[in-house]
């Protein structure tokens, strides 16, 4: 099955119900956010529309993945957390390819970090 991106109310749902799953006990999750900071001149929403088949083609079939932002892509990793979500960031960060933007990555974890998310106002 070949993973699409999410539709940003799919990922909520998604996203909000991993997070009653974490709380309930049964799992952890982590979400990584890319953010893309292009040189000058190209368009924020270019370069993260641009790293985003790389980052399709390296999730499983049980993450979801969807554009949150002008500049942001979001990756739900269930069943993933501490050293395993950073290793999947780097490997998703190695398949986004050498375009001239860069990214800064940040990982939150959960449930440790739910509150992180929630300011971000990424849950509905």
Not at 38 to 67: F, K, N, Q
Not at 71 to 93: E, H, N, P, Q, Y
Not at 114 to 123: F, N, Q, R
Request: proline share 4%; net charge negative; with cysteine.
């Amino acid at each position: 099955m070949t993973q699409i991106l999410s539709e940003f109310t799919y990922f909520a749902r998604r996203l909000s119900e991993e997070m009653a799953r974490a709380r309930r006990g049964h799992g952890e999750f982590s979400v990584v956010l890319f953010t893309s900071q292009p040189p000058d001149g190209e368009l924020p929403e270019i370069a993260c529309v641009r790293g985003l088949p790389g980052i399709l083609t390296g999730v499983r079939e049980t993450d979801c993945v969807a554009r949150v932002g002008r500049d942001t892509i979001a990756v739900l990793l269930i069943d993933s957390s501490d050293d395993s979500s950073r290793k999947a960031a780097l490997r998703l960060l190695e398949r986004i390819g050498a375009a001239s933007t860069h990214w800064a990555i940040r990982i939150l974890e959960f449930p440790e970090q739910e509150t992180v998310l929630v300011d971000m106002g990424l849950a509905s």
